[in-house]
């Protein structure tokens, strides 16, 4: 079956801190990754994407490359700021036999703090 | 471009009753997708509909259900509320079925009491 495996957290860094959030999936078929971020009462927001390995997904400094032979989508960033304090979702679609299921696989989240 | 709305945000039932949650997509999109996020279970898919068709299903009991209208936006109900639907009620619309990109809405904060 599909699953997502993160990190618990939750993680606290000092502002201009390295970040790095595990992610590891299991897919039947050729998945699409994601990364989703959700700050305090609202939606989810689309951080960044792959859609085949070796792919890297990038947005607003943060970064996630699709390694295939580790299942690995691994989220990091340099520098991180105190507003980038969220809970991150980790995330599949999978794909087989060219046609995507259409639904997301989530992991549980990892609440990021940022202190200043 | 208008992103994914939903309405109510906030909802407070009693047990027993039932309730209905709209989603409307961002314009030219023409799935949803429903999901429900709790501290205990996380996020987990309840149904897509496409062509005002349901095309997928999560595990839920049939208490859950929706629906699609011609203009793509969508409605979940929930009969005969437990405690335990007590969740965010998150919308996602996705320019077509399988397309990997969804766009969340904000959210509908349904208590159960």
């Known amino acids: 079956g599909n699953s997502v495996t993160q990190m618990e957290g939750p993680v606290t860094l000092s502002e201009e801190a390295f970040l790095t959030i595990n992610c590891t999936y299991t897919?039947?078929?050729?998945?699409?990754l994601f990364w989703y971020v959700q700050y305090p009462g609202e939606g989810l927001q689309l951080l960044l994407k792959?859609?085949?390995?070796?792919d890297k997904g990038s947005n607003k400094g943060f970064e996630a490359t699709y390694r295939k032979e580790t299942t690995s989508f691994h989220l990091e960033k340099g520098s991180v700021q105190v507003s980038d304090s969220a809970v991150y979702f980790c995330?599949?679609?999978?794909?087989?036999?060219?046609?995507?299921?259409?639904?997301?696989?989530f992991g549980r989240g990892t609440q990021l703090t940022v202190w200043p | 471009k208008a992103g994914v709305t939903q309405t109510p945000r906030y909802l407070i039932k009693t047990r027993g009753q039932q309730v209905t949650l709209s989603c409307s997509p961002i314009?030219?999109?023409?799935?949803v997708s429903w999901y429900q996020q709790t501290p205990g279970q996380g996020l987990q898919f309840l149904f897509e509909?496409?062509?005002?068709?349901?095309?997928n299903k999560g595990n839920f009991p049939g208490r859950f259900s929706g629906r699609q209208f011609s203009n793509s936006r969508s409605e979940m109900n929930v009969s005969t509320l437990e405690l335990g639907d007590s969740a965010l009620y998150l919308c996602?619309?996705?320019?077509?079925?399988?397309?990997?990109?969804?766009?969340f809405g904000p959210g509908t904060r349904l208590t159960v009491t």
């Open positions: 995330a599949l679609s999978d794909r087989i036999r060219g046609s995507t299921l259409g639904r997301l696989y």
């Open positions: 897919a039947t078929g050729y998945p699409s």
């Open positions: 314009s030219g999109h023409r799935s």
């Open positions: 509909y496409f062509s005002e068709t349901q095309r």
């Open positions: 792959a859609t085949k390995a070796d």
């Open positions: 996602a619309s996705s320019l077509e079925t399988g397309y990997y990109e969804q766009y």
